[in-house]
């Protein structure tokens, strides 16, 4: 089989604003994300998150800043055309078509890269990472659980065999094992494919298990950034952002303490 033909490739986010009309929400966010990288991007409601990755993906463009895919410079460039330069935007609330099936949902994912002749491969290690979804292939995606939908918009993503992944609160509503399933399948577009990876996630404790980096976001800036291991034993950190103690659900727990110790 033929190697990937995209070349992997990493995001960088240079000193961008955002505005919804005149109402500016992002103030000089900067952040990059090599080949191989995972970052999570955390922070309360209303923080930016999402504005950031719209602003990425090309939803959104910028006041001022520039946002690059590798060497590119993608600042003014159309959401379809950065798609086409390899990278995918997973969006909250995982926006499957309902009415089509699994299988048309994939088709969908690959129409950037359709004349590449490369549709079976993508397809086969889409179902590979996601085993759930081979059984329901001919399902309606509108009849899939959650967890399932959720796995559905990262394989769409990932039919266009991108270098760059951006995804917006995967976990959001899902059971533990769900989302561990997800993280592990994020980990493997890391690891083992070398995808940057740029993830929201209001699941703190998920965040800093999986991430490599963590940005801090809080009313529209990045207020702090390091590994988890570092932010995790940063007190005024921790309280300000990241849940409290070391109780709370959401908040960072025994993976992630200043020990660095080994996951639960
Ligand atoms: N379409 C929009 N029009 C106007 N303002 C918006 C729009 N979308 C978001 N905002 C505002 O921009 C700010 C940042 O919102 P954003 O959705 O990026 O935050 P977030 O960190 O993703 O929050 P959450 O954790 O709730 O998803 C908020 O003040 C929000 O009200
Ligand atoms: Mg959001």
């Known amino acids: 089989m033929s190697t990937d033909h995209v070349p992997r490739i990493g995001l960088r986010v240079e000193g961008i604003d955002a505005a919804y009309d005149r109402l500016q929400v992002l103030w000089d966010v900067s952040l990059h994300v090599a080949p191989g990288e995972l970052l999570a991007l955390v922070g309360s409601n209303g923080a930016g998150k999402t504005t950031v990755l719209r602003s990425v993906s090309g939803l959104l463009k910028p006041v001022r800043g520039h946002v690059k895919l590798g060497d590119t410079d993608i600042t003014s460039t159309s959401a379809e055309k950065i798609a086409e330069l390899g990278l995918a935007h997973v969006p909250e609330n995982r926006l499957v078509f309902p009415s089509l099936s699994v299988e048309d949902n994939l088709v969908l994912g690959g129409y950037v890269r359709r004349k590449d002749g490369r549709y079976a491969v993508r397809r086969d290690e889409a179902l590979h990472l996601f085993p759930r979804l081979r059984d329901r292939i001919n399902l309606l995606a509108g009849a899939l659980s959650g967890g399932e939908q959720q796995m559905l918009a990262m394989a769409r993503a990932l039919m266009s065999d991108p270098s760059v992944i951006i995804l917006d609160e995967p ?94």
């Open 171 to 264: 976990s959001l509503g899902l059971a533990p094992k769900v989302v561990a399933e997800i993280m592990t399948a994020l980990a493997h577009l890391r690891d083992e494919k070398g995808l940057a990876v740029l993830l929201v996630e209001q699941n703190v404790r998920a965040a800093f298990k999986i991430a490599d980096r963590v940005m801090v976001m809080d009313r529209g800036r990045v207020v702090a950034e390091g590994t988890p291991a570092d932010l995790a034993s940063d007190e005024r950190v921790r309280a300000a952002y990241l849940g409290g103690s070391s109780t709370s659900s959401s908040g960072v727990a025994a993976p992630v303490t200043r020990s660095g110790g080994a996951p639960a």
